[in-house]
């Protein structure tokens, strides 16, 4: 390495961190950021030069804890050990490094948030992440999991009577329209060559329902690598449009008259030599296993809590009512879209191995190692109490009457996100599995934006989230 090994920390490395930095000056990479999410979803970071890079993979870079108590309109709020006194650190995951094709001369981390002395501090996003795919390998299981991100592509205008900025989408065309395709092509080129370059492997692309609407899927992986892809994949939607002076938003409900935003959760467990698929089994009615059942059952006794979390934004009420193929009932089916959880069907000869369940309350504006590790939690539970997920519901719940779904136990999920954090607080498996500090962080974080939402109009809620999402 020659003069490399001067560089102030070098020393102290791993192999991991030594390729981090042999990769940084081969690419001549001059900034490297330190990122994370917050308790308001919001991806932040500080980023450190090339010439303290090897220091900062080892020490990270000084933070004050009081941002786990910013919400997304940057409005602190006072939290009980998140004020202006106390420090954790950004320290990078090596194996996260990539360099930034929409930002030459940028690289960036994964991060996680640690105490002085290194040690998991409890308000860190992946470490509770982390601890969630523990609890599973206790259970003799690991997740294999994936987003499926949608987003609106258009340009931020002002407005002509000088109010807030709109969000214009780049077409008109219609769902799975060749036009959207075209009209989309340049863009859509640099985010696949984008993605690939930074390791994600894409699976599918095609334009949505709303107009410019676009929807990009990555290929399946590990749950820490599933959200940390959804991190990558978030930056470089919306990198990759500032370059090309548009405006990508991964916002649940960016224009009010528009369809809605999804993250679609697919999730799977496996035995740890990811041979076996846990949740498959040929010989049952819809492919699945007694384990897969089980997992279904606690996601449904979670689910009202759970959209506090996979949904974590007043705007992600407006995309998840009946009809809008979001999802709005707590239950499962097969194949069916507007059910909570859906079982989807096989691909390919091996029915088994391909089996998994899509989480359909699940957008952009979760924080996605809260919203991974709480699913994981939830089925958890269920596999731990042997929770049956009652009958399968293989129409669209909108069109059964009240006293049909009584009889299913089929329950609406909450319509606001009050409601969803009224129903987290009272959810003592997931209260528990968060913690003290990160709970009344995240209830106090979100209560706020419910609050300073619900004083503005929609023209106000729509702005703030189309350009922080």
Same mark, same amino acid.
């Given at each position: 390495?020659?003069?490399?090994?001067? +560089?102030?920390?070098?020393?102290?490395?791993?192999?991991?961190?030594?390729?981090?930095?042999?990769?940084?000056?081969? =690419?001549?990479?001059?900034?490297?950021?330190?990122?994370?999410?917050?308790?308001?979803?919001?991806?932040r970071?500080?980023?450190t030069?090339?010439?303290?890079?090897a220091?900062?993979?080892?020490?990270?870079?000084?933070?004050?804890?009081?941002?786990?108590?910013?919400?997304?309109?940057?409005?602190?709020?006072?939290?009980?050990?998140?004020?202006?006194?106390?420090?954790?650190?950004?320290?990078?995951?090596?194996?996260?490094?990539?360099?930034?094709p929409?930002?030459p001369?940028?690289?960036?981390m994964?991060?996680?948030?640690?105490?002085? &002395?290194?040690?998991?501090?409890?308000?860190c996003?992946?470490?509770?992440?982390?601890?969630?795919i523990a609890?599973?390998? &206790?259970?003799?299981?690991?997740?294999?999991?994936?987003? =499926?991100?949608?987003? !609106?592509?258009?340009?931020?205008?002002?407005?002509?009577?000088?109010?807030?900025?709109r969000?214009?989408?780049?077409?008109?065309?219609?769902?799975?329209?060749?036009?959207?395709?075209?009209?989309?092509?340049?863009?859509?080129?640099?985010?696949?060559?984008?993605?690939?370059?930074?390791?994600?492997?894409?699976?599918?692309?095609?334009?949505?329902?709303?107009?410019?609407?676009?929807?990009l899927?990555?290929?399946?992986?590990s749950?820490?690598?599933?959200?940390?892809?959804?991190?990558?994949?978030?930056?470089t939607?919306?990198?990759?449009?500032?370059?090309?002076?548009?405006?990508?938003?991964?916002?649940?409900?960016?224009?009010?008259?528009?369809?809605?935003?999804?993250?679609?959760?697919?999730?799977?467990?496996?035995?740890?030599?990811?041979?076996?698929?846990?949740?498959?089994?040929?010989?049952?009615?819809?492919?699945?296993?007694?384990?897969?059942?089980?997992?279904?059952?606690?996601?449904?006794?979670?689910?009202?809590?759970?959209?506090?979390? !996979?949904?974590?934004? +007043?705007?992600?009420?407006?995309?998840?009512?009946?009809?809008?193929?979001?999802s709005?009932?707590?239950?499962y089916?097969?194949?069916?879209?507007?059910?909570?959880?859906?079982?989807c069907?096989?691909?390919?000869?091996d029915?088994?191995?391909?089996?998994?369940?899509?989480?359909?309350?699940?957008?952009?504006?979760?924080?996605?190692?809260?919203?991974?590790?709480?699913?994981?939690?939830?089925?958890?539970d269920?596999?731990?109490?042997?929770?049956?997920?009652?009958?399968?519901?293989?129409?669209?719940?909108?069109?059964?009457? =009240?006293?049909?779904?009584?009889?299913?136990?089929?329950?609406?999920?909450?319509?606001?996100?009050?409601?969803?954090?009224?129903?987290?607080?009272? &959810?003592?498996?997931?209260?528990?599995?968060?913690?003290?500090?990160?709970s009344?962080?995240?209830?106090?974080?979100?209560?706020? =934006?419910?609050?300073?939402?619900?004083?503005? &109009?929609?023209?106000?809620?729509?702005?703030?989230?189309?350009?922080?999402?």
């Open positions: 390495m020659g003069d490399r090994h001067n +560089v102030t920390g070098v020393h102290r490395l791993d192999p991991a961190g030594l390729r981090v930095v042999e990769h940084a000056e081969t =690419e001549h990479v001059e900034l490297v950021r330190f990122l994370y999410a917050d308790h308001g979803g919001v991806i970071g500080k980023a030069s090339r010439s303290r890079l220091e900062r993979l080892v020490s990270g870079i000084g933070h004050t804890v009081a941002m786990m108590a910013m919400n997304m309109l940057d409005q602190l709020q006072e939290v009980e050990h998140l004020g202006p006194v106390g420090e954790v650190r950004l320290v990078p995951d090596p194996a996260t490094f990539v360099t930034l929409y930002a001369g940028a690289a960036a994964l991060s996680d948030l640690r105490q002085i &002395d290194g040690s998991p501090w409890a308000a996003p992946r470490t509770f992440l982390r601890e969630a609890a599973l390998a &206790d259970e003799g299981h690991v997740a294999v999991a994936a987003y =499926e991100p949608e987003f !609106t592509l258009g340009r931020r205008v002002p407005a002509p009577e000088g109010g807030l900025d969000l214009v989408p780049v077409d008109d065309s219609l769902c799975y329209a060749t036009t959207g395709f075209d009209q989309a092509h340049d863009y859509t080129m640099r985010l696949v060559h984008a993605l690939e370059t930074q390791g994600l492997r894409v699976e599918h692309y095609h334009p949505e329902l709303g107009h410019g609407q676009q929807e899927s990555i290929r399946h992986a749950a820490m690598r599933a959200a940390d892809n959804q991190m990558i994949y978030r930056e939607v919306r990198g990759v449009a500032s370059r090309m002076s548009l405006w990508a938003s991964l916002a649940p409900k960016p224009l009010a008259d528009q369809a809605g935003n999804g993250a679609h959760l697919h999730l799977s467990l496996w035995d740890p030599a990811l041979r076996v698929n846990a949740f498959g089994d040929a010989s049952d009615r819809y492919g699945l296993s007694a384990t897969a059942y089980c997992f279904i059952g606690g996601l449904i006794a979670h689910l009202p809590a759970l959209t506090a979390l !996979t949904c974590g934004s +007043v705007n992600s009420f407006r995309r998840l009512a009946p009809r809008m193929w979001s709005a009932y707590a239950c089916g097969m194949d069916n879209r507007e059910a909570a959880v859906r079982i069907s096989p691909v390919g000869e029915a088994e191995a391909s089996a998994n369940l899509e989480i359909k309350p699940s957008d952009s504006s979760a924080n996605p190692y809260l919203s991974l590790g709480a699913v994981i939690h939830a089925g958890l269920g596999i731990r109490r042997g929770l049956d997920p009652g009958e399968a519901v293989n129409v669209d719940p909108a069109t059964l009457t =009240e006293s049909r779904l009584a009889a299913l136990g089929v329950r609406r999920l909450p319509a606001t996100l009050d409601e969803a954090l009224g129903a987290l607080e009272a &959810d003592d498996v997931l209260m528990d599995a968060l913690g003290p500090l990160r009344s962080a995240y209830l106090a974080v979100k209560r706020s =934006e419910a609050r300073a939402f619900a004083a503005e &109009d929609a023209s106000y809620e729509l702005f703030h989230h189309f350009r922080v999402f």
